[in-house]
T-cell receptor, first 114, second 119 residues
Framework: AQSVTQLGSHVSVSEGALVLLRCNYSSSVPPYLFWYVQYPNQGLQLLLKYTSAATLVKGINGFEAEFKKSETSFHLTKPSAHMSDAAEYFCAVSVGQGAQKLVFGQGTRLTINP | GAVVSQHPSRVICKSGTSVKIECRSLDFQATTMFWYRQFPKQSLMLMATSNEGSKATYEQGVEKDKFLINHASLTLSTLTVTSAHPEDSSFYIC???????????????FGEGSRLTVL
């Protein structure tokens, strides 16, 4: 069965600092991996997705993630944090094209300090 | 703009009553919709998968008689929480995908979520 683990339920960085949110996956088949962002009392918005093309995936809002099969990781990064990046971030895994059934990680709350 | 809309965004009801939450795809035909439940400060838990015109497929541990899902059209799925109790209070989120147009890209589009509070 597929699963994802997000290391760190809460990450706090200063504005302008590097953002690194960690995600490790477990999958018996080549995975499709996703990062979503959730603002308070809202649904989820797709940041980026990996679907077996380029291992370095660029998403919206300056975020990117790198798929590392050897480390079973798909960490999310952003070079310079902005106050508007404060939100909950979820890593998710799916099997098969089309992002159908997703299994989500526990989520990481990102706080940006001025 | 939003492509999947949920209604209501917030609902408060008395224990024992039933509540219906709607999930609409606004500009594509949603052949498949998913319903999730999210507890405070926790992740999303998939409750069921709904295919248009078919019975929903429920995840293990989810009571199908408690959480009735209907997907009668390609733009609307509903989740009805029957005989609601305080432990049903949660944030319910739907997502949708389709086979054509914007929904045919394979991306899942999420609704804004519906917060249910059962008194």
């Amino acid at each position: 069965a597929q699963s994802v683990t997000q290391l760190g339920s809460h990450v706090s960085v200063s504005e302008g600092a590097l953002v690194l949110l960690r995600c490790n996956y477990s999958s018996s088949v080549p995975p499709y991996l996703f990062w979503y962002v959730q603002y308070p009392n809202q649904g989820l918005q797709l940041l980026l997705k990996y679907t077996s093309a380029a291992t370095l995936v660029k998403g919206i809002n300056g975020f990117e993630a790198e798929f590392k099969k050897s480390e079973t990781s798909f960490h999310l990064t952003k070079p310079s944090a902005h106050m508007s990046d404060a939100a909950e971030y979820f890593c998710a895994v799916s099997v098969g094209q089309g992002a159908q059934k997703l299994v989500f990680g526990q989520g990481t709350r990102l706080t940006i300090n001025p | 703009g939003a492509v999947v809309s949920q209604h209501p965004s917030r609902v408060i009801c008395k224990s024992g009553t039933s509540v219906k939450i709607e999930c609409r795809s606004l500009d594509f035909q949603a052949t498949t919709m998913f319903w999730y439940r999210q507890f405070p400060k926790q992740s999303l838990m998939l409750m069921a998968t709904s295919n248009e015109g078919s019975k929903a497929t429920y995840e293990q541990g989810v009571e199908k008689d408690k959480f009735l899902i209907n997907h009668a059209s390609l733009t609307l799925s509903t989740l009805t929480v029957t005989s609601a109790h305080p432990e049903d209070s949660s944030f319910y989120i739907c997502s949708a995908t389709g086979t054509s147009g914007r929904g045919g890209t394979g991306e899942l589009f999420f609704g804004e979520g519906s917060r249910l509070t059962v008194l």
